[in-house]
Nanobody, 132 residues
Framework: QVQLVESGGESVQAGGSLRLACTTSGGTFSNYHMGWFRRAPGTDLEFIAGINWRGDTTFYGDSVKGRFTNSRDNAQNTVYLQMTGLRLEDTSLYSC?????????????????????????WGQGPQVTVSA
């Protein structure tokens, strides 16, 4: 069974930076497309970033474009989300997710990565809190 474990969430002041990590086990990490989502209380699940299995294609939600960077290390079974210029509105529960990039319906497209229904496995998510 595939498991995703995130780390790196904490409280930070606005303008600061954090790096989240998501490590998988129980599967072949290099086969998975990976995504990051977040949900603040009372809001819908929001797509933040995605990266394909090769690591050569990334996608970002409009609210984080230019501030967040998604990367992966297939040798370490880990995907990273580097967050800079953090804002109060970035406060949320962040989750990583994995989808089988080798599946016939897998795509290297923004519409595919931003759709939470495309993902097979989810982590529990670290809380990120940004204060003034």
């Amino acid at each position: 069974q595939v498991q995703l474990v995130e780390s790196g969430g904490e409280s930070v002041q606005a303008g600061g930076s954090l790096r989240l990590a998501c490590t998988t086990s129980g599967g072949t990490f290099s086969n998975y497309h990976m995504g990051w989502f977040r949900r603040a209380p009372g809001t819908d699940l929001e797509f933040i970033a995605g990266i394909n299995w090769r690591g050569d294609t990334t996608f970002y939600g409009d609210s984080v474009k230019g501030r967040f960077t998604n990367s992966r290390d297939n040798a370490q079974n880990t995907v990273y989300l580097q967050m800079t210029g953090l804002r109060l509105e970035d406060t949320s529960l962040y989750s990583c997710a994995a989808t089988n990039g080798m599946a016939p319906n897998a795509r290297d497209s923004y519409s595919y990565f931003r759709n939470p229904a495309m993902y097979d496995y989810w982590g529990q998510g670290p809380q990120v809190t940004v204060s003034a």
